[in-house]
């Protein structure tokens, strides 16, 4: 993985060289893609840190890119689209990303969001906690030395952002949290009233450790306030 380098696929020129001009003065390296199979050809080549990735791209669209990443790579993903529609961003977290802004949008909005997913990204791949490096409760594994989580012995695809919710909440087992704690720990920046991305990352989740997700054992809601992480083993 190429240290601190931001894949920008973006087939407006100016946005995509904007985001890129903010993103040098931060000190990230950057490269950029104005289509999706070119995007998809500098992942696998370039090895970034993170990609932004606009959702309506020539050749490839942002959808089938950020899918094909995610067979490959947990980094985290941030996706931008010209569309207002709640269906588009519930697919595009759904399928993987990270996170999702809606243009036009600040470009120091942005470079925020980055950083906030670079900072937690970096921390649990970090490997430097060594008190904390693998949580078990019954038959759930989550090893953060390897990025990893498994059922029953069965590896589980995670992103990066249902990765930390996950170790999140079972580092806190049996502590209620608010919608509100949980997108500021998770995200570290303002998503004030925007729970609909948590709600399809706890949906995600229960999909891939839950025995039967409609009655969950692990992350359990707390009606009118939140979640809480149980652990409870189902076999």
């Known amino acids: 993985m190429s240290k601190d380098l931001i894949l920008i696929v973006e087939d407006e020129r100016e946005i995509g060289e904007l985001v890129r001009d903010y993103l040098l003065l931060e000190g990230f390296q950057v490269c ?87 900072r937690r990204y970096k921390h649990f791949s970090s490997g430097k906690e060594e008190d904390s490096l693998v949580i078990e409760i019954g038959d759930l594994v989550i090893n953060e030395r390897e990025y990893k989580v498994t059922v029953r012995g069965l590896n589980r695809e995670v992103s990066a952002t249902e990765f930390k919710l996950l170790q999140f909440l079972a580092a806190h087992r049996g502590q209620v949290f608010t919608k509100e704690h949980l997108v500021e720990q998770i995200w570290g920046y303002d998503h004030v009233g925007d729970f609909n991305s948590l709600m399809v990352y706890i949906r995600k989740l229960r999909e891939k450790i839950e025995v039967d997700p409609s009655k969950p054992a692990y992350i359990k809601t707390v009606w009118g306030i939140g979640y809480k992480f149980d652990g409870i083993s189902v076999k």
Not at 59 to 88: F, H, L, W
């Open 32 to 118: 950029l893609a104005e289509d999706g199979e070119s995007g998809f050809d500098l992942f696998k080549k370039k090895k970034p840190l993170l990609v932004v990735l606009d959702i309506m791209l020539p050749k490839m669209d942002g959808i089938e890119v950020c899918r094909r990443i995610r067979q490959e790579s947990t980094i985290p993903i941030v996706m931008m689209s010209a569309k207002q529609s709640e269906t588009d961003k519930i697919i595009g977290l759904g399928i993987g990303a990270d996170d999702y802004l809606t243009k036009p949008f600040s470009p120091s909005e942005l470079v925020a969001r980055i950083k906030a997913q670079v």
